[in-house]
Nanobody
């Protein structure tokens, strides 16, 4: 069992920045692909970014490319999501998730085995 806990959410004005963190309890954290997802009110949970165990494979949702950066520190069991130039449409609950598949980054939510409780990000216009 892997426990994930996100932090770093909050209220920010459009154009501002936030950095989300997700700490994992697993000793085998470095073997997991990690992903960030988000869910806005009334919408489905969507893939935002994902990173393979080594960081060699990284994928982004098209609408966040150039603004968001995913990274990980395996020594700290932590994955980050740096969000710049935030827009009101980025408002959502952000979740981190772990996928036991080794070496790949997959986008569907059902591919991920463990989820954190989420952290709210609100971007005001």
């Amino acid at each position: 069992q892997v426990e994930l806990v996100e932090s770093g959410g909050g209220l920010v004005q459009a154009g501002g920045s936030l950095t989300l963190s997700c700490v994992a309890s697993a000793r085998a954290f470095s073997r997991y692909t990690m992903g960030w997802f988000r869910q806005a009110p009334g919408k489905e949970r969507d893939f935002v970014a994902g990173i393979s165990w080594s960081g060699a494979v990284i994928l982004y949702k098209e609408s966040v490319k150039g603004r968001f950066t995913i990274s990980r520190d395996n020594a700290k069991n932590t994955v980050y999501l740096r969000m710049n130039n935030l827009k009101p449409e980025d408002t959502a609950i952000y979740y981190c998730a772990a996928d036991r598949t080794y070496g790949m980054v997959r986008q569907p939510t059902y591919q991920y085995d463990y989820w954190g409780p989420g952290t709210q990000v609100t971007v005001s216009s």
